[in-house]
């Protein structure tokens, strides 16, 4: 007897713990994108910069793969860079420049904000780049025709 209603309250509390996923699934995309939230692993490209130095050429794209950073200024040839990210800090290991950097979603985009550290007054904010996203190019807000990449310091 008593294992016919332990079954019965087991087998309740099992489809409302399955009807309970229906309501949370939806939130299943804003968890995993909160576990990956700090990965700037893929395609950005520059959609703002500010500060006192616009020195970054207008539609810079940054792919970034687990330990190099592949920079690419329209119309010129692509420089690759190795990197490293530590709490919060971005480094560029060959020129020793080094951003605070967060990833958050804004309007259903990524957005890489990136802050200069060390006496480099610059503030880079980058969209990622779905895998058919044709944004590159597109008119940068602060666009001085520049024709340094992000790497550097000038």
Known sequence: MKSKYFFRIFNSLFCL????????????????????????????????????????????????????????????????RAYTTSGGVLTYTETGMSYNYSVSTSSGQTVLTMTGRNNINRTLEYTKQSSDSHSAGTPLK?????????????
């Open 17 to 80: 713990a399955l009807i309970s996923l229906s309501f949370t699934g939806s939130s299943c995309n804003d968890i995993l994108n909160a576990l990956g939230g700090d990965d700037v692993t893929g395609s950005w490209v520059m959609s703002n910069q500010g500060g006192s130095q616009y020195d970054i050429c207008n539609g810079e794209t940054v792919t970034f793969s687990s330990t190099t950073a592949t920079l690419t200024c329209p119309s010129s040839s692509p420089i690759t």
């Open 142 to 154: 602060n666009d001085k025709h520049n024709s340094t990449n992000s790497s550097e310091a000038k």
